[in-house]
C-alpha cells in the first residue's frame, strides 16, 4: 500500500502511521532499528528494494530523504509504503523543501522510533565527514558506498581522514567473502609467511584497492594491484609463499577456482555480492568494525591506490 501525503507535517506521517497500524493489525510490529536514506538527487528506488529484501531480516522503519521536494520553503512532501510495499518495515518517503534540507534531522527527529539504534546510510554521495553529516549525528552506524562515487579511490582518502567508530563502507562489505575464504586458506599447513601478495581486478573499483589494503595491514607484506579496465570488480589473489602460490582466481564474477601447491583445484561460487546482501550483512552489527578501520586508516595509505 501506498500512500501519498503532499503538503504534509511529520506530525500527520506519524498520526497516519499510527492509524494505518491500527486498522491494518500488527504492521511492522517488533522493529528493531530506524534506517535513515539519504539519496540526495538520485532516483530512491533501488535503495528502497534494497532496504526493504534487507528489512525481511532486520525489521526497521525506513526513512528516505531525496532532494526532490517542494518549491514552497515552508512545504514538505511524503509518501508512506506499507505491505507488499515495504518488505517487513514501513517506509516514509520525505521530500523536503531546500529550507527544511538544510535541517535533516530536526526534520527526522518525530519519526524516529523510540529506544532503538539508528542507522544512516547513503547509497550514492558520500559527505565529507559522515559522523558530523546531520543524519550521521544520529546515528550509531553510519554506512556509505564509495563504489558510486565518481571518484571512488579519492573518496576513500577522503574517508580514511574521518574515519570515526561507526563508519563503514559497501566497498569493503563487499570483500567480505574474498577475506573470509583467504583467512581460511591461511589456517592451513604449512604455514608459511606470505612474501608478496598481488590482487588483480576493475581499474577503479574500490574493493581492489580495500582488498590489497586488507592484505597489507593483515600479512604486512608488499601488495601489488593489477588493474584491469572493464573487469568483474576483485578478480584475483595470489598469495606467494616458499612452498608456492596460493591463487584465488574469479575471471567472470560467478565461480572461483582456489589453486594451492600439491593439492587439486577447487572450485567455489562466489558470484559479486549483490546491494541487498551487502546491506543485510552491514546491519546485522551495530557495533564498530574495528577491523575496517584499521585498514582504512594504516593499510590503505601503504598501497598503490587508483588515480
Known sequence: MIIDMP???????????VREREEGGAIAL???LTLLIDVGDHDPEQ???AANDASREHPCRVIVLTSEGPGQDSELDAQIRLGGDAGASEVVVLKPSAAQARHLDTLVLPLLLPDAPIVTWWPYQVPADPAEHPLGTLARRRITDSTECAHPS????????QYREGDTDLAW???TLWRGLIAATLDQPPYEPVQRAVVSGESTHP????????????????VEIERIADAPAITQVRLERRSGAIVLDRPDGKTAALRQPDQPEHRIALPIRQLRECLAEELRRLDADEVYGEVLRKGLAKVEVSA
Open 30 to 32: 517488533g522493529r528493531v
Open 207 to 222: 574493493s581492489v584497492d580495500l582488498m590489497a589494503a586488507w592484505l597489507r595491514w593483515a600479512l604486512n607484506c608488499p
Open 154 to 161: 579519492a573518496t576513500l582518502q577522503a574517508l580514511a581522514t
Open 47 to 49: 535503495a528502497i528494494e
Open 173 to 175: 562489505t563487499r570483500t
Open 7 to 17: 503538503k504534509t507535517t511529520t506530525g500527520d506521517i506519524n498520526k497516519r502511521l
